[in-house]
């Protein structure tokens, strides 16, 4: 196996809020090849958007930081600014849920492109402009010469997302992080986008963290999925196994409670009751216990640590894991 | 036309039913002549996409939005053509949960005086009673009355926000009750609990729903029957079941292959959808979904597709529906 393009290590991100620190992120472990997509999943708070901006240093000033970051070789956490800020414009990516938060609305559509793609990547004014109408072509922007003169207010919420897209895809990065990039969106707009992310990484080998809520997303498109729970991954496998023979009974849960189209109306859907733990508070044993129902004693004493299942790449945290055994759950 | 068979009684029938809003000097036309109806006691599921006009459906029949033309009759009587204190008699009867569980809530009020808020505009002017009904509403919902009743909405969760909504919306024993995306906010193991919350309320006060939402799975969880609209019109009704094996509508078609199904085994299909919705503002002349439409031909352009019956209890406007 070759070397990973990206390694976290023991990443933890604290907040101060006036009700105490916060635990953001606790302790996350993740690597990720080139050419590989990684999904990351779980509920609102669990501190997907805290890890996805540890990574590319963008947490908010306040926020207290550990472990490392490495970067093919580099530790981002440790990288002198005007380094980081070089591999952030040329080689780091992202995609946020609100295109707005990467568009600038008193700019057109073309400065923005075109400012981006010199800034980066030294080229001439009309070299850049070919660029950028290249590009928005190939996230399927029809028209794209007059959208360069358009501001994005007078885009759709889907056209606003691929203009995003080609904006972050414009310096040819290696690891692109797309946070929550079709919640906001339709599904017929969605499934475009995240075809869209997908050719995208394909034809340029690049690596792709995606993150979402919806376990509909990754599972057709990630290679490898983390399952976040309380500020930490709680089970992480190649997306087959995570389906199919999870360990860990939050992944089970959180599947269950999804409504499917193959199931009769009125059936009655298996609820997670109660909610996740307050972050603020310290935790004895496993965060999910209060939820699980496989829950024994010892769950509420020992925090359970991430463990290798069976199969390469899978690993869960848990006491008393289920589907153990070949045939159980298949 | 009747959509519901000859034994169910439609206690809400919307016929014909045409919402605009002016935008400047032009006009949006958020919904083009909808007809459907819904038994007493039944969920009519509404899909569409962002925009397509379900909540100024859902506004327009509890005349929170006054149509253009077209009527809503509710048990009977026309609502369009009603005021004042008839109006508000019925209002008691018909009642709207919105998405937003934490944006409809008052921050400055205290969450027993919230959930008896409907009681007091109905005049129910006995402190007791009212207090009593509160109390009741509150259990139901699985909230601790003695706990919560005296706290402010910003100490809830989204999903606590969420049963504390519906406790209002229930306060007055409604007998319908438009659920304008009530789930569409919360995370998926909330979702379920509230799904599985209004499945039981409707149960026990024996509801009649009109149920928002653009997840098609979340829909067909509640519904016995499902409207597709597109772009401010109806293109398909039926029973669920039937509608989500068979979609006879190629957008009903389109939006189920586009859902992403928690199964890897289950490759996305490429994205068929072509383009994007165009503007409400100056729709498409026939039928409305021809700009994104595979089957699309000279008549859909020339002619607005009427809504007929293909299958029983299943009707789909469109000039050339799927086999
Ligand atoms: N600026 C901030 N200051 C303090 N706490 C914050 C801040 N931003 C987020 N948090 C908290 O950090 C935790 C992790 O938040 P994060 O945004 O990473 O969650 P998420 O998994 O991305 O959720 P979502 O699905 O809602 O986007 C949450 O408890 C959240 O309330
Ligand atoms: N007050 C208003 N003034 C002008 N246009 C409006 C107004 N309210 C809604 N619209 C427009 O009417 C159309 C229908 O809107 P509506 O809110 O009913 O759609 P929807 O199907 O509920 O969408 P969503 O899924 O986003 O909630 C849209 O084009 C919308 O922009
Ligand atoms: S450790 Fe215990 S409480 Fe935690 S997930 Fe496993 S069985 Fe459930
Ligand atoms: S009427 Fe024509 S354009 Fe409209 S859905 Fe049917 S085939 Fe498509
Ligand atoms: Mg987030
Ligand atoms: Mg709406």
């Known amino acids: 196996m070759s070397t990973p393009l990206l390694t976290i290590e023991d990443i933890a991100v604290e907040l101060p809020t006036p009700r105490g620190n916060l635990r953001a992120v606790d302790h996350v472990d993740l690597s990720l090849q080139a050419g590989r997509t990684l999904g990351i999943v779980g509920e609102s708070g669990c501190g997907k958007t805290m890890l996805s901006r540890a990574i590319l240093q963008l947490l908010p000033k306040k926020a207290k930081l550990s472990g490392r970051v490495m970067f093919d070789g580099e530790d981002l956490v440790r990288l002198a600014p005007e380094r980081l800020r070089r591999l952030r414009a040329r080689e780091l990516a992202v995609v946020f849920q609100d295109p707005m938060t990467s568009l600038n609305p008193v700019l057109t559509i073309g400065t923005q492109l075109m400012e981006t793609i010199q800034e980066h990547l030294e080229l001439d004014a009309s070299a850049a402009r070919k660029r950028s109408i290249d590009l928005l072509a190939a996230v399927g922007i029809p028209a794209p010469e007059q959208r360069l003169g358009q501001y994005p207010h007078q885009c759709s919420g889907g056209m606003r997302q691929r203009i995003a897209i080609a904006i972050a895809l414009s310096c040819e990065p290696r690891l692109l992080i797309a946070d929550e990039p079709t919640t906001a969106l339709d599904v017929t707009i969605q499934a475009q986008i995240l075809d869209l992310l997908a050719r995208e990484q394909r034809r340029r080998h690049m690596a792709m963290i995606i993150i979402t809520h919806d376990l509909g997303v990754v599972a057709g498109r990630a290679d490898e999925v983390a399952v976040m729970y309380a500020g930490r991954v709680v089970e992480r496998a190649p997306t087959q196994a995570l389906f199919k023979r999870m360990h860990m009974p939050y992944t089970e849960a959180l599947l269950a409670a999804i409504p499917k189209l193959d199931t009769a109306p009125h059936t009655p859907l298996p609820a997670i009751s109660g909610r996740p733990p307050d972050p603020t508070r310290p935790l004895k044993g496993c965060s999910f216990a209060p939820r699980c129902r496989y829950a024994a004693g010892r769950c509420h004493e020992a925090k359970p640590e991430l463990k290798s299942a069976e199969i390469s790449g899978h690993l869960y945290a848990c006491l008393h894991p289920i589907r153990m055994t070949e045939g159980i759950g298949a | ?323």
Not at chain 2, 12 to 18: I, R
Not at chain 2, 191 to 196: H, T
């Open chain 2, 1 to 323: 036309m009747m959509q519901l068979a000859a034994r169910e009684e439609p206690l809400l029938n919307v016929d014909n039913l045409v919402v605009e809003y002016g935008l400047g000097n032009k006009t949006v036309h958020a919904v083009s002549g909808v007809s459907l109806q819904v038994a007493r006691g039944e969920t009519l599921g509404l899909v569409g996409e962002s925009g397509c006009g379900k909540s100024t459906l859902g506004r327009a029949v509890l005349q929170l939005r006054r149509a253009k033309s077209g009527r809503v009759l509710f048990d009977g009587e026309d609502l369009t053509a009603m005021e004042g204190e008839a109006l508000r008699q019925m209002r008691r009867r018909v009642q709207l949960i919105f998405q937003d569980p934490i944006a409809s809530l008052n921050p400055r009020r205290r969450i027993g005086d919230i959930v008896a808020e409907p009681l007091v505009i109905a005049g129910v002017k006995d402190a007791v009673e009212r207090k009593r009904r509160v109390h009741d509403v509150l259990s139901a919902v699985g909230l601790d009355p003695d706990l919560v009743a005296n706290r402010l909405p910003h100490e809830f969760s989204g999903g606590q926000c969420q049963r504390i909504c519906i406790a209002r919306a229930l306060v007055l024993n409604p007998e319908f009750v438009v659920c304008d995306e009530p789930v569409s906010a919360l995370d998926v193991s909330i979702r379920a609990q509230i799904l599985n919350l209004l499945e039981a309320m409707k149960a026990r006060f024996g509801l009649t729903l009109l149920f928002i939402a653009h997840d098609l799975a979340v829909v067909k969880a509640v519904s016995d029957r499902v409207a597709v609209m597109y772009l401010g019109r109806l293109c398909e009704v039926g029973p669920s079941e039937q509608l989500f094996a068979r979609p006879a509508h190629p957008y009903t078609s389109l939006l189920l292959q586009a859902i992403p199904v928690p199964d890897p085994d289950v490759r996305p299909a490429e994205s068929v959808a072509t383009g994007e919705p165009p503007s409400p503002i100056a729709p498409p002349s026939g039928c409305r979904f021809r700009t994104r439409c595979p089957r699309a031909d000279q008549r859909c352009s020339a002619e607005i597709p009427e809504l007929r019956g293909v299958a029983p209890g299943q009707f789909v406007a469109c000039h050339h529906p799927l086999a």
